[in-house]
Each structure stands twice: as C-alpha cells, then as structure tokens.
Nanobody, 127 residues
Framework: QLYLLESGGGFFQSGDSLKLTCSSSGWPLDDYAIGWFHQAPGQEREGLTCLSFVDGTTYSFDSVKDRFTMSRGSAKSKVYLEITNVKPTDTGVYYC????????????????????WGQGTQVIVSS
C-alpha cells in the first residue's frame, strides 16, 4: 500500500497563488498515475488533473486548465498542484490519489477512487 500526504493548504485571499504538495511515504512514484481532487464543503469530490509517472500522460478537466497546473518533483516522490488566481469557490479539501500502472485520461478519474489516497489538505479562500 502506498501512503500519500498532502500539504500546503491554509488561508488565502482571492487572487493569491498557492502550491500544494503530494508526497509519497519514501517510495518513488514511477509506477503510478497521480490525480488531484477537490471537495468543496457539502459537495461531492471532483477530479482536477492527473499526471502519470508510468507513461508521462496528463489530463486536466477543461474547467481547471487555465488555473490549475500539476508538476512532478525532482525527487520522484512528490507531485505539486499550483493554483493561480484563487477564488472563494476553490475553498475545500484537496486530495491526491495514486493508481498503480496507469496512464492519465478522463477515464482515469473513475478508477482513482480505488487507489491510494492521502488525508487531504484544507484550503480556505476569502474574498
């Protein structure tokens, strides 16, 4: 089992930029696809963006492409999610999840819930 930990959340103002980190517990992510999710208060979890260490494929939902950017860490045990021009609607818990031996596509987000998850990091954005 792979254990993930999200960090970088906190309190932000509208228009800020932030960077979230998803770290694995000492294991490289070479065999995994990593996806980021957002769960707003009282809402269902939604997929944001995915990056696969297996084949290099990426996928982002159209609604977040302009402000959400995912990248790999040089240590191969971390991935990042950068969010620019944050809005109050970005408030919520951000999770990362890993799926072994997977690429990234729209359909990957249907499979990621069966993978490994972190505890999430809380982001609160005020106007």
């Amino acid at each position: 089992q792979l254990y993930l930990l999200e960090s970088g959340g906190g309190f932000f103002q509208s228009g800020d930029s932030l960077k979230l980190t998803c770290s694995s517990s000492g294991w490289p992510l070479d065999d995994y696809a990593i996806g980021w999710f957002h769960q707003a208060p009282g809402q269902e979890r939604e997929g944001l963006t995915c990056l696969s260490f297996v084949d290099g494929t990426t996928y982002s939902f159209d609604s977040v492409k302009d402000r959400f950017t995912m990248s790999r860490g040089s240590a191969k045990s971390k991935v990042y999610l950068e969010i620019t021009n944050v809005k109050p609607t970005d408030t919520g818990v951000y999770y990362c999840a890993a799926l072994k031996f997977a690429g990234c596509s729209m359909y990957t987000f249907d499979r990621l819930p069966g993978g490994s998850w972190g505890q999430g990091t809380q982001v609160i954005v005020s106007s």
